[in-house]
Structure formats: structure tokens, C-alpha cells
């Protein structure tokens, strides 16, 4: 009880402090540099150009806080010991590139981040083309969409339960084995089966963030103006022609852009991987080397440098996305 | 050309079927987990949850009560029970021995080496009869294949619910969402009013920073964010994860919020200038409210997001009863009742609950965040 009476006055304070602070700070502002008198025009202009910063202070504030500070630490404790006291120069780069585990999740970081964004964006293509031209439509994207809400970890508990193992003899109770037992198969243990069990635990991921591909793909196709389309069923296309040639190549850039938000979303993959298998069986990844390092290993310079990494490899898109912003504002 | 109504019909049917499979196969795995929270332990590693629906056929394994309370009657000592207990079910075959659980039908009464002879019904009534005292310390042991019905049981829920300590982990996730969800939206609309109305040098800058922050990676900020914590003494505690999942959050309230704000219509703006207002009551009275549906789909993405985390919360909370969140409890059931499918079942629907109502009440503003948050 004491827990949600903390968490009720936080967001009183919260939300009664933000709007004291916007209140007061611009009322102080009006009262230094009133709009009235001689100076008026000055006035209004000198207030004019601090005003924006009074509104964006908190904000700011918070952002410097809990994501640029931090990235400057990380690099600082990149080249640190475990504890973070030494300089130890680069030899926490050199042991990483000489990690057998680095390696390993170098290498599935690299699978998923081909297959997820491509299976995924695939299929929310698929989905996005059948779901617009029935009638239950919006039932079925409903359905598709659904895993989005789906955390991390209950998705590895459903999918858990589809892999699931049992015996020989005894009766299977995850559906992937019982399906490949009554083909005739022997049930494995799927999870244990390294390079298998990595792309089962993509499934994972493809499973929920097809939904996502979906919703702004199926959109994009919506846009797609309608001329274009008369015209070609006009020269006799064919509706899989008319897709293909027409349709696909009109929303480019819709499909760039979830791809690159799916790759962003596969670099951070965690929760799927430690739930499922912590990266045993040949199955690590980068963000749960990071972890692994930081909680068991209690090496700050380690983790820290697997987090540079991942830093590394999300920056390519950071550009491209700011590059993008600024030329649609233009 | 010569058929196109034909092509028609059958492009339709082939579309349906192929949005019926993506259908099935994007369900399928949750509706599992749906069925098997509703079956009991047996039920469920005695079949696949397919199979819910239909009776289960089982083994039993029951011991009889102890020779010593067996009774004299007509010159033979006679044990009886139930291997049900009383409860449902349908015996079709039964055995004395572990190696042979099914050697015998029902009705066909056996006699053991013992000299005892054995009788099963189908409803599971048995009776053990002996033409001398029966011998041994314990009772004999009954195998039985047995039929039952389809059975579903809300047990599981409030086993999950109290013993395994979700439902205290659900109001702490309830703790850490709700405030996580309330603050950032404020602080975020202020600095995206700016951001989107006024003019000051600098403020392209900002934007590509907002743009460029919104894909830092986590992992980034834990290490260096847990020791500020720990140095400015906030520790493992709420108001570290509110503020961290503030943090968090704000580039993309920023970014939807000034996306949207940007789209408002100049003219409602300027003519409020004009009439006086001052940039605080533009802000309060018009564009807030205007945002309403931008507000809606951030604090539905960070909602969900702030439910559904498992890596903040396991670096910002600490591990005890009181501060565990759902998902890091289900990931801890997963490791301490890996094979334990009814109570793993079970959680992973509590802790999914409340994002799939969220979802299905507000897909709208989900689905036009989604739209305007993709950067384009």
C-alpha cells in the first residue's frame, strides 16, 4: 500500500512540479523583461529568445542525464579494469576480439540481423497485401499484430512451450516436436541444437515484430495512388504483376524504413535470448554478452566495451536516420 | 481475358486461404499458452494442449488402503476403493505391475501371485479379495489406463496468483508503469512545443540530437547510470527506474509529440498571438488539447514498453518481493520451474493480460503512433 501512495505522490509531484516549473520560470521571465515601458520591444524580444529554453530545460536536462552522459562514461570505462579505477588502455578490445563467446555472438548478431529485419519484413509484406483485400481485414491484422504487445519474455515462455521436449515414449507436448514426430522424426531438443536453436529463437522475434512491419507497410500500400494502378490493370497486369511491378517498387522507401527499425530492435535482442537459452548452445548475442559481463562477470570495463560495439554497429542507421530528418525539414 | 471472372474467384479464395494460415500460424502459439493455464499439471504432460478438447486418456497409479483394514466377509477378506477417488473418469484397462500398467481389461478379474484376486470397474470401484489374511505392510499398488473427460481448472490462477508471489509483482509493475507512463509525457510536450513553434538558433541541432538518440542503445546507459545512481544515493529503488525509463522514453515523445504539433494548422496559432496570448496559453489551452490523439499513442507505446521491460528493471530494482517486477518474476519461474508448464503458463497469461486489453482498446492509437513514430 505504502509502495502505490509513493507512486501517487510521484506523479502528483511529477506532474504538479512540471507545471509549477513551466508556470513560475515563464511568469519570472515576463517580470524581468516586461512586455510594457520603454523597452518593450527588447524586452519582448530578449524574452522571446530564452523562452524556448526555458521550455525545453527539463527535457534537455533529463536527455544529457540518462543518454549522452552515459555514452561518454561507457567509452571512458571501455578503457578502464573491471572496477573502473585503472587505464588499462585498449586490452579490453584485444581480449574481446580473442573472446571465443565475442566471436560467437559477433556471428549471430550478423544471422539475425539478415534474417529477422528480412523474414520479418517479408511476411509483414505478405500480410499487409492478403489483409487489404478481404473482407475480415481488420480481424486478421489484429491477430497478426497482437505478439507486438506480447513482453519479451512471456513470447519466450509461449514459444518455449511450442519447442518443448519430452522423451522418447512419453507423449509430446510442444508442438514443433509432436508435429515432427508424427512425420515420422525423432523429437529433439531443439534449444540444445546449435545453429537450429538460434533461428528458432529469431522465430521469436520475427513472430512478434511482423505485426509491426505489417501496420506501416499495409499503410504505405494504401498510399499508393490509385491512377497508377487503373492504369496497369488497363494494360492487362496481372494482380501478381501489378504487386510486384507496381506496388513494391512505389514503397520503397516505407520498406527501408522498417527494415532499418527491425535492425535496430535485433541489435538490442536480449530478453529473448536470456530467458530462452542465456546464450548457451552456441546461442549468445552481443547485448546479452554485455549483461553477462556486467552481472556475473562484475567487469564494468568488458560489459562496457561489448555496449560500444553495439554502439558501433547502431550508428551507421543514427546518420542515416538525421540525415533523413534534416532533409524532410528542409 | 477470356476468363477473368473465374481468375477472380479463385485470386479471392487463394488470398483468404493465405490470410486464414497467417493467421493460424500468428495465434496458434498463444492460444496454446491460453489452453494450458487452464489444464492441470497431469493433463498437462499427459497430451499436447490440441488435445484439451478431447478426453485424455491417462495412467493412474493408485494404492490401495492397508491389508490390515481389510474386511472379513462370506469367509474372504475384502479390500474396496475408488482409483479416482470418487472423482471422474472411465477405467479401460488395468494392471498390478509396474511393467504391465494396461495388461488387463476391466471386468476380467486377475489373481496375482499372491493369491489375491483383483477386480477393476470402469468407473474405477476395485476390489481386492483373498481367501487368507492379506500380508504385507503397505497396500497394493493399481495401475489403470483411464479415460477422462475434458477438464479445465481455474486452480492455476490462484495458485500463481498468491504462492508464486505474481500477484505482488503485478502491483509493482503497476508501480513502476504508471508514473513512468504520467511523467514524460509533460516534460516531453513542453520541450516539443519549443521544438515546434518557437524560433531560437540551435534548434535543428536539437531535433538531429532527439533524432539521434532515439536508437542509442540501452545497454549504453545502464553501467554509468547505476553508479550515478548509486553515487548520488537514489540506489536500486523506484524513483531510479522512474526517472530511467523517463530518460528513456523522451526521444520518442519528443519526436512523435513535435511531429504532430508541427502538422497543427499555423493560422490557430498566430491569431491566439495576435489576440495576446502568451506562449504558455497557446500551449495550454490549444495545443495540448490538440494533441490529444499524440499524447494517447506515446503513453500507449510507453505503457507497454515500461509493462513488458525486463533489462531496466533488473539493473534499476532490486531482486526482493518488493521491488521484482512481473517479467523478472517470469523469468524467474522460468529458471526455478522450468518444466512446470501449468504454473509457467499460467504467469506468462498474467503478465500478458493487461498489455493484450491495453492493445485491443486502444489499437487506433497505437497503429497511428506506429505511423508517425517510424522515422521516415
Given at each position: 500500500?505504502?509502495?502505490?501512495?509513493?507512486?501517487?505522490?510521484?506523479?502528483?509531484?511529477?506532474?504538479?512540479?512540471?507545471?509549477?516549473?513551466?508556470?513560475?520560470?515563464?511568469?519570472?521571465?515576463?517580470?524581468?523583461?516586461?512586455?510594457?515601458?520603454?523597452?518593450?520591444?527588447?524586452?519582448?524580444?530578449?524574452?522571446?529568445?530564452?523562452?524556448?529554453?526555458?521550455?525545453?530545460?527539463p527535457a534537455l536536462a533529463l536527455l544529457t542525464v540518462y543518454?549522452?552522459?552515459?555514452?561518454?562514461?561507457?567509452?571512458?570505462?571501455?578503457?578502464?579494469?573491471?572496477?573502473?579505477?585503472?587505464?588499462?588502455?585498449?586490452?579490453?578490445?584485444?581480449?574481446?576480439?580473442?573472446?571465443?563467446?565475442?566471436?560467437?555472438?559477433?556471428?549471430?548478431?550478423?544471422?539475425?540481423?539478415?534474417?529477422?529485419?528480412?523474414?520479418?519484413?517479408?511476411?509483414?509484406?505478405?500480410?499487409?497485401?492478403?489483409?487489404?483485400?478481404?473482407?475480415?481485414?481488420?480481424?486478421?491484422?489484429?491477430?497478426?499484430?497482437?505478439?507486438?504487445?506480447?513482453?519479451?519474455?512471456?513470447?519466450?515462455?509461449?514459444?518455449?512451450?511450442?519447442?518443448?521436449?519430452?522423451?522418447?515414449?512419453?507423449?509430446?507436448?510442444?508442438?514443433?516436436?509432436?508435429?515432427?514426430?508424427?512425420?515420422?522424426?525423432?523429437?529433439?531438443?531443439?534449444?540444445?541444437?546449435?545453429?537450429?536453436?538460434?533461428?528458432?529463437?529469431?522465430?521469436?522475434?520475427?513472430?512478434?515484430?511482423?505485426?509491426?512491419?505489417?501496420?506501416?507497410?499495409?499503410?504505405?500500400?494504401?498510399?499508393?495512388?490509385?491512377?497508377?494502378?487503373?492504369?496497369?490493370?488497363?494494360?492487362?497486369?496481372?494482380?501478381?504483376?501489378?504487386?510486384?511491378?507496381?506496388?513494391?517498387?512505389?514503397?520503397?522507401?516505407?520498406?527501408?524504413?522498417?527494415?532499418?527499425?527491425?535492425?535496430?530492435?535485433?541489435?538490442?535482442?536480449?530478453?529473448?535470448?536470456?530467458?530462452?537459452?542465456?546464450?548457451?548452445?552456441?546461442?549468445?548475442?552481443?547485448?546479452?554478452?554485455?549483461?553477462?559481463?556486467?552481472?556475473?562477470?562484475?567487469?564494468?570495463?568488458?560489459?562496457?566495451?561489448?555496449?560500444?560495439?553495439?554502439?558501433?554497429?547502431?550508428?551507421?542507421?543514427?546518420?542515416?536516420?538525421?540525415?533523413?530528418?534534416?532533409?524532410?525539414?528542409? | 481475358?477470356?476468363?477473368?471472372?473465374?481468375?477472380?474467384?479463385?485470386?479471392?479464395?487463394?488470398?483468404?486461404?493465405?490470410?486464414?494460415?497467417?493467421?493460424?500460424?500468428?495465434?496458434?502459439?498463444?492460444?496454446?499458452?491460453?489452453?494450458?493455464?487452464?489444464?492441470?499439471?497431469?493433463?498437462?504432460?499427459?497430451?499436447?494442449?490440441?488435445?484439451?478438447?478431447?478426453?485424455?486418456?491417462?495412467?493412474?497409479?493408485?494404492?490401495?488402503?492397508?491389508?490390515?483394514?481389510?474386511?472379513?466377509?462370506?469367509?474372504?477378506?475384502?479390500?474396496?476403493?475408488?482409483?479416482?477417488?470418487?472423482?471422474?473418469?472411465?477405467?479401460?484397462?488395468?494392471?498390478?505391475?509396474?511393467?504391465?500398467?494396461?495388461?488387463?481389461?476391466?471386468?476380467?478379474?486377475?489373481?496375482?501371485?499372491?493369491?489375491?484376486?483383483?477386480?477393476?470397474l470402469a468407473n474405477g470401484d476395485f476390489t481386492i479379495t483373498?481367501?487368507?489374511?492379506?500380508?504385507?505392510?503397505?497396500?497394493?499398488?493399481?495401475?489403470?489406463?483411464?479415460?477422462?473427460?475434458?477438464?479445465?481448472?481455474?486452480?492455476?490462477?490462484?495458485?500463481?496468483?498468491?504462492?508464486?508471489?505474481?500477484?505482488?509483482?503485478?502491483?509493482?509493475?503497476?508501480?513502476?508503469?504508471?508514473?513512468?507512463?504520467?511523467?514524460?509525457?509533460?516534460?516531453?510536450?513542453?520541450?516539443?512545443?519549443?521544438?515546434?513553434?518557437?524560433?531560437?538558433?540551435?534548434?535543428?541541432?536539437?531535433?538531429?540530437?532527439?533524432?539521434?538518440?532515439?536508437?542509442?542503445?540501452?545497454?549504453?546507459?545502464?553501467?554509468?547510470?547505476?553508479?550515478?545512481?548509486?553515487?548520488?544515493?537514489?540506489?536500486?529503488?523506484?524513483?531510479?527506474?522512474?526517472?530511467?525509463?523517463?530518460?528513456?522514453?523522451?526521444?520518442?515523445?519528443?519526436?512523435?509529440?513535435?511531429?504532430?504539433?508541427?502538422?497543427?494548422?499555423?493560422?490557430?496559432?498566430?491569431?491566439?498571438?495576435?489576440?495576446?496570448?502568451?506562449?504558455?496559453?497557446?500551449?495550454?489551452?490549444?495545443?495540448?488539447?490538440?494533441?490529444?490523439?499524440?499524447?494517447?499513442?506515446?503513453?500507449?507505446?510507453?505503457?507497454?514498453?515500461?509493462?513488458?521491460?525486463?533489462?531496466?528493471?533488473?539493473?534499476?530494482?532490486?531482486?526482493?518481493?518488493?521491488?521484482?517486477?512481473?517479467?523478472?518474476?517470469?523469468?524467474?519461474?522460468?529458471?526455478?520451474?522450468?518444466?512446470?508448464?501449468?504454473?509457467?503458463?499460467?504467469?506468462?497469461?498474467?503478465?500478458?493480460?493487461?498489455?493484450?486489453?491495453?492493445?485491443?482498446?486502444?489499437?487506433?492509437?497505437?497503429?497511428?503512433?506506429?505511423?508517425?513514430?517510424?522515422?521516415?
Open positions: 500500500m505504502e509502495q502505490f501512495v509513493m507512486a501517487a505522490v510521484t506523479i502528483l509531484i511529477g506532474v504538479f512540479g512540471c507545471i509549477c516549473y513551466f508556470f513560475l520560470s515563464n511568469m519570472a521571465l515576463d517580470r524581468l523583461y516586461p512586455a510594457s515601458g520603454p523597452m518593450a520591444g527588447a524586452n519582448i524580444n530578449r524574452a522571446n529568445q530564452i523562452r524556448p529554453w526555458l521550455f525545453m530545460f543518454l549522452v552522459y552515459p555514452v561518454f562514461v561507457s567509452i571512458y570505462l571501455s578503457f578502464m579494469d573491471a572496477e573502473g579505477d585503472n587505464f588499462v588502455g585498449a586490452a579490453n578490445y584485444i581480449w574481446l576480439i580473442n573472446d571465443d563467446k565475442f566471436r560467437e555472438s559477433m556471428f549471430n548478431n550478423l544471422l539475425w540481423l539478415v534474417f529477422v529485419p528480412a523474414a520479418s519484413t517479408l511476411f509483414g509484406l505478405i500480410a499487409a497485401a492478403v489483409t487489404d483485400r478481404i473482407r475480415w481485414g481488420n480481424f486478421a491484422k489484429a491477430m497478426i499484430f497482437m505478439p507486438m504487445a506480447i513482453s519479451f519474455v512471456g513470447a519466450a515462455v509461449i514459444w518455449k512451450l511450442v519447442y518443448e521436449y519430452r522423451p522418447d515414449g512419453q507423449e509430446q507436448i510442444g508442438i514443433l516436436n509432436a508435429v515432427w514426430t508424427n512425420m515420422g522424426g525423432e523429437a529433439q531438443t531443439w534449444l540444445t541444437s546449435p545453429v537450429i536453436n538460434s533461428f528458432l529463437l529469431m522465430i521469436v522475434l520475427v513472430w512478434i515484430q511482423t505485426g509491426f512491419a505489417m501496420v506501416i507497410l499495409s499503410a504505405a500500400l494504401r498510399g499508393i495512388p490509385e491512377e497508377t494502378i487503373e492504369a496497369s490493370i488497363l494494360d492487362g497486369a496481372s494482380p501478381l504483376q501489378i504487386f510486384m511491378k507496381i506496388k513494391v517498387p512505389q514503397i520503397w522507401g516505407t520498406i527501408l524504413v522498417v527494415w532499418t527499425t527491425i535492425t535496430i530492435t535485433v541489435l538490442k535482442v536480449f530478453d529473448i535470448v536470456l530467458t530462452m537459452t542465456n546464450g548457451q548452445w552456441g546461442t549468445q548475442v552481443l547485448a546479452n554478452l554485455m549483461f553477462d559481463w556486467m552481472f556475473r562477470g562484475n567487469d564494468t570495463g568488458r560489459a562496457s566495451t561489448a555496449a560500444i560495439i553495439i554502439m558501433l554497429m547502431v550508428t551507421p542507421i543514427m546518420i542515416w536516420n538525421i540525415r533523413n530528418a534534416a532533409r524532410e525539414a528542409r | 481475358m477470356d476468363n477473368i471472372v473465374g481468375t477472380k474467384s479463385r485470386l479471392v479464395w487463394a488470398v483468404n486461404l493465405c490470410a486464414l494460415a497467417l493467421v493460424v500460424l500468428w495465434t496458434f502459439p498463444t492460444f496454446g499458452l491460453l489452453v494450458s493455464s487452464f489444464r492441470d499439471r497431469d493433463q498437462i504432460s499427459a497430451s499436447g494442449w490440441w488435445k484439451a478438447m478431447f478426453p485424455a486418456e491417462a495412467s493412474v497409479q493408485y494404492r490401495a488402503a492397508g491389508p490390515d483394514t481389510a474386511v472379513l466377509k462370506d469367509g474372504l477378506y475384502v479390500l474396496e476403493g475408488n482409483i479416482f477417488d470418487g472423482g471422474p473418469g472411465k477405467v479401460t484397462a488395468f494392471g498390478t505391475s509396474i511393467r504391465e500398467p494396461g495388461a488387463h481389461l476391466v471386468n476380467e478379474p486377475v489373481v496375482t501371485d499372491a493369491g489375491e484376486t483383483v477386480a477393476v483373498s481367501p487368507t489374511a492379506m500380508e504385507g505392510g503397505r497396500g497394493m499398488r493399481i495401475f489403470a489406463t483411464s479415460v477422462t473427460p475434458a477438464r479445465f481448472t481455474f486452480e492455476n490462477y490462484g495458485r500463481v496468483l498468491g504462492a508464486e508471489g505474481l500477484g505482488r509483482a503485478f502491483l509493482n509493475t503497476l508501480t513502476v508503469s504508471i508514473p513512468a507512463t504520467v511523467i514524460p509525457i509533460l516534460v516531453a510536450a513542453f520541450a516539443a512545443y519549443a521544438l515546434a513553434w518557437m524560433e531560437f538558433p540551435g534548434r535543428a541541432l536539437i531535433v538531429a540530437l532527439v533524432v539521434g538518440l532515439l536508437v542509442v542503445p540501452l545497454q549504453l546507459a545502464l553501467i554509468p547510470l547505476l553508479k550515478l545512481h548509486n553515487d548520488i544515493g537514489i540506489g536500486k529503488n523506484y524513483i531510479g527506474i522512474w526517472l530511467a525509463h523517463t530518460g528513456f522514453g523522451l526521444p520518442l515523445a519528443i519526436y512523435l509529440l513535435r511531429n504532430y504539433m508541427i502538422g497543427l494548422p499555423r493560422e490557430i496559432i498566430e491569431s491566439a498571438r495576435v489576440d495576446g496570448a502568451t506562449d504558455f496559453q497557446i500551449f495550454l489551452k490549444i495545443i495540448l488539447p490538440l494533441s490529444f490523439p499524440a499524447l494517447a499513442s506515446f503513453a500507449i507505446f510507453q505503457f507497454l514498453w515500461t509493462w513488458n521491460d525486463l533489462l531496466v528493471a533488473l539493473v534499476f530494482l532490486g531482486n526482493s518481493a518488493d521491488q521484482l517486477v512481473m517479467t523478472g518474476q517470469l523469468k524467474n519461474l522460468m529458471g526455478s520451474r522450468g518444466g512446470d508448464w501449468e504454473i509457467l503458463a499460467t504467469s506468462a497469461f498474467v503478465t500478458i493480460a493487461v498489455p493484450l486489453v491495453v492493445f485491443f482498446a486502444m489499437q487506433k492509437y497505437l497503429v497511428r503512433g506506429l505511423l508517425a513514430g517510424s522515422v521516415k
